[in-house]
């Protein structure tokens, strides 16, 4: 399995930008789609954005599409959401995954992500 370890999160205003990334180690990085999952207070962990191994296809949940952008760097294991226009909604914490699949298919359903990280926290006021 790969370990995820994710930077980033932090207080911000609405309408503001943070970046977060999701270092991983362990087997080889480029063979694992990555996605980013949510969970805010009281709600259940939900899909955010996904990448596949080679960064030809991109999914977004619709609530973040156009604002948030993901993206990966297979020579750093490094992969990087860019959350633009946040709202006060995006607050929660956000967690990497990692499914070891070379299909573009799937990737927005959490059950199919086998190893995660342990969350950071992203707190949008308003």
């Known amino acids: 399995q790969v370990q995820l370890v994710e930077s980033g999160g932090g207080l911000v205003q609405a309408g503001g930008s943070l970046r977060l990334s999701c270092a991983a180690s362990?087997?080889?990085?480029?063979?694992?789609?990555m996605g980013w999952f949510r969970q805010g207070p009281g709600k259940e962990r939900e899909f955010v954005a996904s990448i596949d191994r080679s960064s030809s296809i991109t999914y977004y949940s619709d609530s973040v599409k156009g604002r948030f952008t993901i993206s990966r760097d297979n020579a750093k294991n490094t992969v990087y959401l860019q959350m633009n226009s946040l709202k006060p909604e995006d607050t929660a914490v956000y967690y990497c995954a990692a499914y070891n699949t070379p299909y573009t298919l799937g990737l927005t359903n959490k059950r199919n992500f086998g190893s995660w990280g342990q969350g950071t926290q992203v707190t949008v006021s308003s």
């Open positions: 362990g087997r080889t990085f480029s063979s694992y789609a």
